[in-house]
């Protein structure tokens, strides 16, 4: 099992980091301290889509998954209410655009990262290895980087840290940040969604977490079950 604290990087790395999202006029990283993180419920438009009207009905199952959210990953909270996800957009590991629609059939754990990130940084060789165990036709980690500019900085930060399970997804334009906020999803970095076969937001967190932890590998159990 990971050791926890590595998921916490030092103050003086996240002032560093929260230094350079500044300067690079990203949006702020998320400081564990900070309780508000986990407390904003996602919010449904008062047009809903059938996908949404659909998704609402899992309202139960969203509460059973995320009850499996226990120690360190005890941060996840259920969907509130669960909401369609599919139009989600992003680039692909061949620099594409894709949607999570395009995963249809496939349990997604979407997290959105970026270089100057500091937790974003410490939690990545987990998500790595969660792909790794986890992966499969029926479950994928998608980890966004949102770093603006090309993707040169992102590709040499997952290359020097071992990085080798994970696909290489990206979003420059950080659409897919400004989406989530809007949702109700996103504070800061990093955020996780966990999002069901028919792209239904399932249970949700910002924060790191320890992904590759007895307790993320059960999450993922609970999430696959009929």
């Given at each position: 099992?990971?050791?926890?604290?590595?998921?916490?990087?030092?103050?003086?790395?996240i002032l560093a980091a929260l230094v350079a999202g500044v300067l690079a006029g990203a949006v702020a990283?998320?400081?564990?301290?900070?309780?508000?993180?986990?407390?904003?419920?996602?919010?449904?438009?008062?047009?809903?889509?059938?996908d949404d009207v659909a998704c609402v009905a899992k309202a139960g199952r969203?509460?059973?998954?995320?009850?499996?959210?226990?120690?360190?990953?005890?941060?996840?909270?259920?969907?509130?209410?669960p909401q369609s996800l599919k139009n989600l957009a992003f680039n692909g590991p061949d620099g594409k655009p894709m949607t999570i629609a395009d995963h249809a059939g496939k349990t997604i754990l979407l997290?959105?990262?970026?270089?100057?990130?500091?937790?974003?940084?410490?939690e990545m060789p987990a998500l790595d290895a969660l792909q790794k165990e986890k992966g499969s036709k029926d479950f994928e980690v998608i980890a966004v980087n949102v770093d603006t500019g090309d993707d040169t900085k992102p590709k040499?930060?997952?290359?020097?840290?071992?990085?080798?399970?994970?696909?290489?997804?990206?979003?420059?334009?950080?659409?897919?940040?400004?989406?989530?906020?809007?949702?109700?999803?996103?504070?800061?970095?990093p955020v996780t969604m966990l999002i069901d076969a028919e792209g239904c937001l399932v249970a949700h967190m910002n924060g790191p977490a320890g992904w590759s932890s007895a307790d993320a590998k059960r999450l993922v159990d609970a999430a696959l079950e009929p």
């Open positions: 099992m990971a050791d926890g604290n590595r998921f916490f990087p030092a103050p003086r790395l990283v998320y400081v564990s301290e900070s309780r508000s993180g986990n407390n904003a419920a996602p919010q449904v438009a008062a047009d809903s889509s059938q969203a509460k059973a998954v995320a009850a499996k959210a226990v120690g360190q990953v005890a941060g996840l909270q259920p969907a509130d209410p997290n959105l990262w970026a270089t100057w990130c500091a937790p974003c940084r410490a040499k930060f997952l290359s020097e840290i071992g990085v080798q399970t994970l696909g290489f997804y990206r979003d420059p334009t950080i659409a897919l940040f400004n989406e989530a906020k809007t949702r109700g999803l996103a504070l800061g970095l």
